[in-house]
């Protein structure tokens, strides 16, 4: 990695840190310069304001997003071994510590700034419309009967969360251990499919 990245990287993760611990409106520069171990000068001639620093870490939580989960219907594959792998992917992705920081992080800004992350909720709600395509392509084959893909995929994702995102961003809870996971994960394929396969 170039040096001028590896710093890009240090400022982002001194960044999310900060922004964690203190708050974006209260965080400073100077205090991301510090926390990161390069100057003020260095924080600005990689990111010229505070809000195109942020604009940074949201797009690093999208990348995450969009790599951290591939879904593709496969008609010679189970309904429940698909679904399980799929919801496997995710919690990997929301079990990241780094993915938890930048979570706390910008949910926390849109209570102040909704319209800061606008788009970024827009991209997330796209990559969840995976699951949707996913869905549908299920329809199609004969084999789910959903009336409304984007709520049943909404549905699917919030069986997971309930447990592995929102107790760990809100409360502070320990992330469920692998056997815990597997409970989950079974639980939720199970009442999605008693729900709506044919």
């Not at 390069?38 to 969009?66: E, G, W």
């Amino acid at each position: 990695m170039a040096r001028s990245n590896e710093k890009n990287q240090a400022i982002i993760a001194a960044a999310i840190s900060e922004f964690k611990n203190k708050g974006f409106e209260t965080t400073s520069m100077d205090q991301i310069a510090h926390s990161a171990g390069v100057s003020k000068r260095t924080v600005y001639n990689h990111f010229a304001s505070k809000n195109l620093l942020f604009d940074a870490i949201i797009k690093q939580m999208l990348a995450l997003f969009t790599t951290a989960v591939s879904i593709h219907y496969q008609a010679d594959k189970s309904l429940a071994l698909q679904l399980t792998d799929i919801a496997e992917q995710e919690l990997r992705l929301l079990s990241d510590p780094a993915f938890i920081d930048l979570a706390k992080v910008i949910m926390a800004e849109a209570m102040h700034s909704p319209h800061r992350i606008n788009q970024a909720l827009a991209e997330v709600e796209k990559r969840d419309g995976n699951l949707s395509g996913w869905i549908s392509a299920a329809n199609a084959d004969g084999v789910l009967k959903v009336d409304d893909a984007e709520f049943a995929t909404t549905q699917f994702f919030a069986l997971l969360k309930g447990f592995c995102f929102w107790p760990q961003v809100v409360q502070g809870q320990p992330f469920p251990d692998k056997s815990q996971q597997q409970d989950i994960i079974s639980s939720a394929v199970t009442m999605f499919l008693g729900n709506y396969q044919s």
